[in-house]
């Protein structure tokens, strides 16, 4: 962890201290009131004990101040936020044009985003580093499937029935509200109240913790025990259910009900087949896919952790029911991970760390494929400049699982609104297929070949329909087609009858019950070899919110920067800074021409840029002729980690150097022109370190304009 | 081009000679037959001319044949259509899982497709490329925005009112059709029949010509005169105007009606001004954009080139609509293009090979930038694969262009279905900006500083306003709004009428007419300074359709190689190759141990394997086990160029060299492990070619399986 991001997450040990502290002085506070109350109880009590209200009096303003002081200090060492000054963070992404809402010159609908330059570029570096650490890693197979979706697909996979949240509406305006978000609101305010009683601070606490597993009843009963009102401070339904799926007719007719597919993995399951032809047959492999999907929110908000339209990354791992072993995991096995466990939460436990091996272990993760990918998950969050005190897995409650899941662990992220999740790591066991299979009738199974054939007994049934049609006449193709059907476990019934009573009973189509005897029926058992077996595949499923990963990683690295002085500290523009790692900054450098009008800055400002387009480093060029330190600011508010200045010595042939500053340092070297391309090339591409590469190369002394403060 | 493209196009030269050929002789034969009908006229003629009618009966039966004949080798030398075996090809596409009808398994709904691994890859590469070849080296803005759009956007961009296309229904049955296809396949399907009279096939080819350009009546009008009925053979309604775009209500209320963009163009225009921000206020600059666009096709046919969802990858080129030169137009003027232009359309003229600067000059296209984005296109399509003789760029008829645009041109790509329009490169103008100023009432402008300060001359009017109270009591408030609201033209007149006449009648709210003297009012003029202006920015726009020029860059790298021999001849599959640019090409290499389940080949397979990664190469393995033949096959089906086998010689240590073979030639070189991936890795890259390449190492002689013959 660098310097600068260390105060952003707080201890669970120190919030803990201070809950201990605020919960007794809020104890002897009201003992206090207790005793003030009987002491002014009567008129006398009030005359004979005057001093002592006096003195209670005094305590208790006190007290009250003390409670007052360390609510805030507590609520500041939450250890379940990310403490940034949001308003300034939301004012970068703004300023910076990160974000926009989408169509906001018609007004915004609420729920959808655009991303300008700089987080476009960012969301391309994360889905390049997707691919490489998962796609062509592991040997995937990535598909491309379409948002289009006709319903059949989403009445198997039981998104109609059960992809929905509960809805309430004010019964006078017609507003919508999800329920439980309103009911959480509602824990929130109540709980930010510093006068709260313990009681229902205790009461509500434990109501927002189970707000995730509440029905359609729960909600409701809580809504009307709370009395908890729309907006415009209307009466509210009663929840209900309200499926999330946007839908809209497909072709010309109207006749083709189609959705717009809220989550991407159907588009791997219901091509099962052609992948695991693709892959020649052999299991496991793994699906991959990544595109847009679309959920109709009741009241999206939250900002951009709460979307309409999203990029999601899913990986679908198909691997034997039996047999959930990864051949890689031991690659992993050491890796250690902070897990918040399904018995932790119940238990009111914090999230413990322990190793993948542990975590198997325990039972904690129950098979190697889930905690492969819970340790690859990790990995690459930590790759895409995620802080690793701000992260951690938690599982889900059985309560709260999605329709399709048998477990689930999350990767959640801390942010300034709190834990969120980004990534699902489901397994989804063999519930897709089976869906499929059953709709669509189709068969989506794998085979499996038995390390050696099984051996199993059979038993046929011999009949003798010479006999059977003198006995039984136009019957007997009735008889014969009801025997024929009969079952391994009917037939060895049917075989102990028959040997015990010389005869058996069958039941024809029209009803009528024929005896059937020795002479014309009999059972011989016998042993056959298989060789193996079709099955239907189960699932791990990693997916990845990518614009939720996006934002959590510029909060993790967003930081101010103390200034030092200088002409532009006046204006106030925040000294805030990106640490985004290279890999995933949105320009690997800028290059800044001290003068831009000039001839010779102009020729080697396009030297540099042509060398730099050689080596495929992406840049900006700044020539708005504004101070150098406001133009390192701007650099810095988007995160380029190395920039270019060219100065009076790069235009003086016989020195023909620039300057390279690195963003967070904000340390300054002399590099030679034609080597400049070369030096970035290798530190973006983690071939060298800038330590090494300041051992190398001469440091610049910052000039006053250039100053804009190290560190903190 | 290399050798075994070299069929697949025909020259426009021998298509015109055979035209005139077969013409001539349908002439001959035409002549014959009215020869034979005369003197067959009657009884006595037959009889006198018995010899004379035996010998035309056996030429027109010869002549009818050459008919034939050279009407099947005229249709195989349409320099129109691109010459593969679409059956063959189309299984190649299915066999190797390049492509999928979506959701197949619940039957095909028309107009979606997935893309398997090859072609998912390949999108990724040539999205790439797309990002590196225009966003990173010209510097534009990416930004990335929602599909999901409010109905206002839509109005404004005139897409509800006009994005639609002509449907006519069968009345019987309901079923939907395009006007202007049915009426198409209706051309070709008689112009496909030989014995069509010369008329009719000078009609109907017409007619084809200018289909596009026909509206609702025109359309309904053949339909009529041709009879031309539904599948069903049922009447047809009349055509009407139907709208493409899918439609989704936003949020719960479902009073917020929304759209799934038909283009994703709109996203840029309505971030205008945070682009021009982003800029810095500098013009020109181009903003662009990638993402799912949808089209509620009528009934889509053709496979993979008209599809109800698709990838677009637009640039908004947004500059001054005085003056539309662009800073780099040199680098591209002598870049040589196939331009179709307008005036060649409508004089029946063939598309001319000509330089983007004569191009200019003969005012084809109108403006440099205009003309740059042809030129860059032209080297992006080519570096994707694209035949140059089966590019060529055609300008949009006056009537065939889209509502916002006010001249185009599409490149188009020749396939075995014909010129496919694969890039439109329009002149938006101030069309779409203009629009959402006009709705939305914002401002979106851009600000241009004159040269020099321009100095003009504006009237003032000055009013006594204390004597014209005293004079006009409370009317005078309504005189001064009525004089104040004056423009500068009028403000002239007025000036002119008062100096001759000595007063001047105003209007005021309630009509009555009001006199004013010189005494009440008096006009002056004043010289004023302005700097600049705000101006509407003028857009240039190509948007590709990134699938469709996927399939097309595969049907022009495929072909089929000649076999040599080897046992795997006799199993019937086909020796497909795809000749991709390693760019595009889905995986840049493949591993073959021709032992799998050895220990010492596997370990020299990780050790190729780990090298290829650490050098960002993709690869597939291969240990199937099958033939060498067999895979080498398999790699050619999809495209990879570069195939490395670990056999016998890698696993001795004294040797530990692989087999390299590059696809289009079969040729193989000996390269020791640990240089095989930096071999491929420069290949790759262009740092060298496979020329160089075989001067470097030894070439491995092919043992008999392995030969799978070169060339054709």
């Given at each position: 962890?660098?310097?600068?991001?260390?105060?952003?997450?707080?201890s669970v040990?120190r919030?803990?201290?201070?809950?201990?502290?605020?919960q007794?002085?809020?104890k002897?506070?009201?003992?206090?009131?207790?005793?003030?109350?009987?002491l002014?109880?009567?008129?006398?009590?009030?005359?004979?004990?005057?001093?002592?209200?006096?003195?209670?009096?005094?305590?208790?303003?006190?007290?009250q101040?003390?409670?007052?002081?360390?609510?805030?200090?507590?609520?500041?060492?939450?250890?379940?936020?990310?403490?940034?000054d949001?308003?300034?963070?939301?004012?970068?992404?703004?300023?910076?044009?990160?974000?926009?809402?989408?169509?906001?010159?018609?007004?915004?609908t609420?729920?959808?985003?655009?991303?300008?330059?700089?987080?476009?570029?960012?969301?391309?570096?994360?889905?390049?580093?997707?691919?490489q650490?998962?796609?062509?890693?592991?040997?995937?197979?990535e598909?491309?499937?379409?948002?289009?979706?006709?319903?059949?697909?989403f009445?198997?996979?039981g998104h109609?029935?059960?992809f929905?949240d509960?809805?309430?509406?004010?019964?006078?305006?017609g507003e919508?509200?999800?329920?439980?978000?309103l009911?959480e609101?509602?824990?929130d305010?109540?709980l930010s109240?510093?006068?709260?009683?313990?009681t229902?601070?205790?009461?509500?606490?434990?109501?927002?913790?189970?707000?995730?597993?509440?029905?359609?009843?729960?909600?409701?009963?809580h809504?009307?025990?709370?009395?908890i009102?729309?907006?415009?401070?209307?009466?509210?339904?009663?929840?209900?259910?309200?499926?999330?799926?946007f839908s809209?007719?497909?072709?010309p007719?109207?006749?083709?009900?189609?959705?717009?597919?809220?989550?991407?993995?159907?588009?791997?399951f219901v091509?099962?087949?052609?992948?695991?032809?693709?892959?020649?047959?052999?299991?496991?492999?793994?699906?991959?896919?990544?595109?847009?999907?679309?959920?109709?929110?009741?009241?999206?908000?939250?900002?951009?952790?709460?979307?309409?339209?999203?990029?999601?990354?899913?990986?679908?791992?198909?691997c034997?029911?039996?047999?959930k072993?990864?051949?890689?995991?031991d690659?992993?096995?050491?890796?250690?991970v902070?897990?918040?466990s399904?018995?932790?939460?119940?238990?009111?436990q914090?999230?413990?760390?322990?190793?993948?091996?542990?975590?198997m272990?325990?039972?904690n993760?129950?098979?190697?494929t889930?905690?492969y990918?819970?340790?690859?998950?990790?990995?690459?969050?930590?790759?895409?400049?995620?802080?690793?005190?701000?992260?951690?897995f938690?599982q889900?409650?059985?309560?709260?699982?999605?329709?399709?899941?048998s477990?689930?662990?999350d990767?959640?992220?801390?942010?300034?609104?709190g834990?969120?999740?980004?990534?699902?790591?489901?397994?989804r066991s063999?519930?897709d297929?089976?869906?499929?299979?059953?709709?669509?009738?189709?068969?989506?199974?794998?085979?499996e070949?038995?390390?050696?054939?099984?051996?199993?007994?059979?038993?046929?049934?011999?009949?003798d329909?010479?006999?059977m049609?003198?006995?039984?006449?136009?019957k007997?193709?009735?008889?014969?087609k009801?025997?024929?059907?009969?079952?391994?476990?009917?037939?060895?019934?049917?075989?102990?009858?028959?040997?015990?009573?010389?005869?058996?009973?069958v039941?024809?189509?029209?009803?009528?019950?024929?005896?059937?005897?020795?002479d014309?029926?009999?059972?011989?058992?016998?042993?056959?070899?298989?060789?193996?077996?079709?099955y239907v595949?189960?699932?791990?499923?990693?997916?990845?919110g990518i614009?939720r990963?996006?934002?959590?990683?510029?909060?993790h690295?967003?930081w101010?920067?103390?200034?030092?002085?200088?002409?532009?500290?006046?204006?106030?523009?925040?000294?805030a800074?990106?640490?985004?790692?290279?890999?995933?900054?949105?320009?690997?450098?800028?290059?800044?021409?001290?003068?831009?009008?000039?001839k010779?800055?102009?020729?080697?400002?396009?030297?540099?840029?042509?060398?730099?387009t050689?080596?495929t480093?992406s840049?900006?060029?700044?020539?708005?002729g504004?101070?150098?330190?406001?133009?390192?600011?701007?650099?810095?508010?988007?995160?380029?980690p190395?920039?270019?200045?060219?100065?009076?010595?790069?235009?003086?042939?016989?020195?023909?150097?620039?300057?390279l500053?690195?963003?967070?340092?904000?340390?300054?070297?002399r590099?030679?022109?034609?080597?400049?391309?070369?030096?970035?090339?290798?530190?973006?591409?983690?071939?060298?370190?800038w330590?090494?590469?300041?051992?190398?190369?001469?440091?610049?002394k910052?000039?006053?304009?250039?100053?804009?403060?190290k560190?903190?």
């Open positions: 962890m660098s310097e600068h991001q260390k105060d952003k997450v707080s040990e919030f803990n201290q201070l809950s201990t502290t605020l007794d002085t809020k002897t506070l009201n003992t206090a009131l207790e005793e003030i109350k009987v002014k109880s009567s008129v006398e009590s009030k005359e004979q004990n005057k001093d002592r209200i006096t003195d209670l009096g005094k305590e208790i303003t006190a007290l101040a003390q409670v007052n002081s360390l609510t805030k200090e507590w609520r500041k060492a939450d250890p379940d936020r990310l403490h940034i949001r308003k300034e963070f939301d004012g970068l992404l703004n300023r910076r044009s990160f974000v926009i809402p989408s169509f906001e010159i018609y007004g915004q609420a729920g959808l985003y655009d991303y300008g330059p700089p987080a476009c570029a960012v969301k391309t570096n994360v889905l390049n580093l997707w691919r650490h998962f796609v062509l890693s592991e040997n995937m197979l598909v491309d499937c379409v948002c289009l979706t006709p319903e059949p697909v009445k198997a996979s109609v029935e059960r929905t509960f809805m309430v509406k004010d019964e006078a305006n919508c509200y999800r329920a439980d978000k009911l609101e509602f824990c305010s109540q109240d510093p006068n709260i009683s313990q229902l601070s205790d009461e509500l606490t434990l109501v927002k913790k189970h707000i995730d597993s509440y029905g359609e009843k729960e909600l409701g009963q809504i009307v025990k709370y009395n009102l729309s907006e415009a401070g209307n009466k509210l339904s009663d929840p209900y259910r309200y499926n999330l799926m809209t007719p497909i072709g007719t109207g006749k083709i009900t189609g959705y717009l597919r809220p989550e991407t993995a159907q588009g791997i091509n099962f087949k052609m992948l695991y032809d693709y892959n020649g047959n052999r299991m496991p492999f793994a699906g991959a896919t990544v595109g847009q999907a679309f959920r109709n929110e009741i009241s999206p908000r939250s900002g951009l952790l709460r979307v309409r339209e999203f990029t999601l990354a899913e990986v679908e791992h198909f034997h029911p039996d047999d072993s990864h051949p890689k995991y690659s992993v096995k050491n890796v250690v902070k897990l918040l399904r018995e932790a939460q119940t238990a009111g914090a999230a413990s760390e322990q190793t993948i091996q542990q975590a272990a325990n039972k993760i129950l098979n190697e889930h905690a990918f819970i340790a690859r998950t990790q990995l690459f969050l930590l790759e895409c400049g995620v802080l690793p005190t701000g992260l951690r938690r889900h409650l059985s309560t709260e699982m999605a329709h399709y899941a477990d689930c662990w990767a959640e992220l801390l942010t300034s609104y834990w969120i999740e980004c990534v699902g790591i489901a397994d063999c519930f297929l089976e869906q499929h299979t059953k709709h669509a009738k189709v068969d989506l199974t794998a085979y070949l038995f390390s050696e054939p099984k051996l199993s007994t059979t038993i046929d049934a011999n009949l329909k010479k006999k049609s003198t006995l039984y006449g136009k007997t193709g009735a008889i014969i009801q025997v024929n059907s009969l079952g391994q476990v009917d037939r060895q019934a049917y075989k102990s009858k028959l040997e015990s009573q010389g005869q058996v009973n039941t024809i189509d029209d009803g009528e019950v024929i005896s059937l005897n020795k014309v029926l009999t059972f011989t058992e016998k042993q056959v070899r298989t060789n193996g077996r079709n595949p189960s699932v791990i499923e990693p997916s990845f614009g990963i996006i934002y959590c990683v510029l909060e690295s967003y101010v920067r103390k200034t030092i002085g200088g002409a532009d500290e006046e204006k106030g523009v925040p000294r800074v990106l640490s985004l790692p290279p890999t995933i900054a949105p320009y690997k450098a800028a290059v800044l021409p001290i003068q831009h009008n000039d010779e800055y102009i020729k080697v400002t396009n030297q540099v840029i042509s060398n730099l050689k080596n480093i840049y900006r060029v700044d020539t708005s504004q101070s150098i330190g406001r133009r390192y600011c701007r650099c810095d508010d988007i995160g380029i190395y920039v270019i200045t060219v100065d009076s010595q790069s235009v003086d042939a016989s020195d023909a150097s620039v300057t500053r690195e963003r967070d340092s904000c340390e300054q070297l590099v030679p022109i034609h080597e400049i391309a070369d030096v970035i090339a290798q530190l973006v591409n983690h071939q060298t370190s330590n090494d590469t300041k051992e190398k190369y001469p440091t610049q910052q000039t006053a304009s250039e100053q804009v403060g560190g903190k």
